[in-house]
């Protein structure tokens, strides 16, 4: 009997609990981030930072279509705020085809100069190690990054301020077992001596350019030994970085722009 007692309880508590929830849902419930009034749980829009009610929404021409969610994602409260200041009225559909069109133009003009600088270096190399080329010509350094996403960098010879080749020697101890043995009746042990084994745990280079911009490339980033394949092909590759910088370290400076003084006499 006292279980139907508490069931009865339970359901009480959990109905007048949501009865409660309803009736305060408008001191609970999420605001809308630019008039600040309690937005129905499914009525609202989400924007870059913050989410607005359906009279805010449609305020400025946002509807309930996909390209009102794709653009309003990268639009912020008060971004919004100055379109109802100023009565703007989108087109969601041809909004988003525009910003597309737009994006696809900014994607084909970094695209186009990718591949001009790159051509450029490509027929001007003076020298070359894996991404790094330089041109005496334009005594420039280009970092051709990633081809994929057409990143690159480019730096004039001045701005190499340094560049250090670091490799990390490790020196592997090898304890032999010794072996056992009896003579007359006494048991030695032989021990060899301790064998070593020189490896190297990496090897990498740092540039520095001006405005302490160091970049870094890594040619080794595991332990092996120092006189395996792999590990004289890495340093190899290293060193082929370490020719092309210094040939850019040992290009004659050029002369600072000459500061003249014109002295006007006074009356
Ligand atoms: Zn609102």
């Known amino acids: 009997m006292t279980s139907t007692m508490g069931l009865v309880i339970m359901g009480v ?37 913050g989410k607005v009610c359906n009279v805010c929404r449609n305020s400025v021409g946002f509807d309930h279509s996909a390209a009102t969610v794709e653009l309003a994602k990268d639009i912020t409260v008060a971004k919004m705020i100055l379109m109802q200041e100023n009565q703007i009225l989108i087109d969601p559909t041809a909004k988003l085809q525009a910003k597309k069109a737009a994006e696809k133009k900014q994607a084909q003009a970094q695209y186009q100069r990718y591949h001009e ?20 010509t334009r005594r ?53 001596s301790d064998r070593e084994i020189s490896e190297i745990s990496e090897i990498y280079l740092n540039m520095t ?25 890495a340093l190899k590759k290293a060193e082929k970085y370490e020719r092309v910088l210094q040939h850019v370290k040992d290009q004659p400076r050029k002369s600072p722009a000459k500061i003249t003084f014109t002295v006007t006499s006074g009356k």
Not at 117 to 125: A, E, G, H, S, T
Request: charged share 25%; hydrophobic share 35%; aromatic share 12%.
């Open 13 to 49: 508590i959990v109905v007048s609990s949501i009865i409660i929830m309803i009736k305060t849902y408008n001191r609970w419930g999420p605001k809308c981030a630019i008039c600040h009034r309690t937005m129905p749980l499914n009525g609202m829009l989400f924007l870059k930072d």
């Open 117 to 136: 600088i790159k051509d450029y270096f490509k027929d001007n190399v003076t020298l070359r190690a894996g991404d790094l080329y330089i041109s005496d």
């Open 140 to 192: 420039q350094i280009f970092l051709d990054i990633s081809m994929d996403q057409e990143k690159y960098e480019v730096y004039k010879y001045e701005e190499l301020v340094d560049f250090e080749l670091k490799q990390t020697h490790v020196i592997q101890h090898i304890h032999e077992d010794g072996a056992t043995t009896v003579v007359n009746g006494i048991w030695y042990t032989i021990s060899d």
């Open 209 to 233: 350019f001006s405005g302490q911009n160091t970049k870094t490339r890594v040619f080794l980033d595991h332990t092996i030994p120092a006189d395996s394949i792999d590990c004289q092909h």
